[in-house]
T-cell receptor
């Protein structure tokens, strides 16, 4: 089993602040996907990172894959209340497509 | 934009009953998955399916579970004799291909409550 640990578990900030959440493992992943999940809904794909050291930007969100492909981070600049949600990372290991998920970071952005 | 759909959104059943959860993957996708998420816990992989057969299954996916693609559009998960611990959100996902660049798109889920 390939474990992914996400931190922090909960994050509560004011609108306009910056934040970073982390996704760490002792295992190497061939790719890693970030999702956002609202209560009672399915995970919505935000981005996929594949190459060690890769950085991808999606408007105010910046995703980085570690050089060793064992960890990743998500940085949000100038957070807005609409960013509120559960952020999940899912890593694909060496098997046939199975994703291993972390527990997620519950982000709350207050107006 | 194409999306994965799932029915029903909520299913309540009694322990020991059979349930079938239905999914319509994105139309040009070839790989299909079921995951589940018990309240407050991680999303857990159950099974992957390609070319009308199971590609991989987890230790959760025991003999009580089965999957089927009965026609060109539906993908189903059957639980033969439900237990209380089967209560969870069940998510279907689909992917256009495998390989490093594949991406999995999730449906909105079916909330299964076993009483």
């Amino acid at each position: 089993t390939q474990l992914l640990e996400q931190s922090p578990q909960f994050l509560s900030i004011q609108e306009g602040e910056n934040l970073t959440v982390y996704c760490n493992s002792s295992s190497v992943f061939s790719s890693l996907q970030w999702y956002r999940q609202e209560p009672g809904e399915g995970p919505v794909l935000l981005v996929t990172v594949v190459t060690g050291g890769e950085v991808k930007k999606l408007k105010r969100l910046t995703f980085q894959f570690g050089d060793a492909r064992k960890d990743s981070s998500l940085h949000i600049t100038a957070a807005q209340p609409g960013d509120t949600g559960l952020y999940l990372c899912g890593g694909r290991g060496s098997t046939l497509g199975r994703l291993y998920f972390g527990r997620g970071t519950q982000l709350t952005v207050w107006p | 934009e194409p999306e994965v759909t799932q029915t029903p959104s909520h299913q309540v059943t009694q322990m020991g009953q059979e349930v079938i959860l239905r999914c319509v993957p994105i139309s040009n996708h070839l790989y299909f998955y079921w995951y589940r998420q018990i309240l407050g816990q991680k999303v857990e992989f159950l099974v992957s399916f390609y070319n009308n057969e199971i590609s991989e299954k987890s230790e959760i996916f025991d003999d009580q579970f089965s999957v089927e693609r009965p026609d060109g559009s539906n993908f189903t998960l059957k639980i033969r004799s439900t237990k209380l611990e089967d209560s969870a959100m069940y998510f279907c996902a689909s992917s256009p291909r495998q390989g490093t660049l594949y991406e999995q798109y999730f449906g909105p889920g079916t909330r299964l409550t076993v009483t």
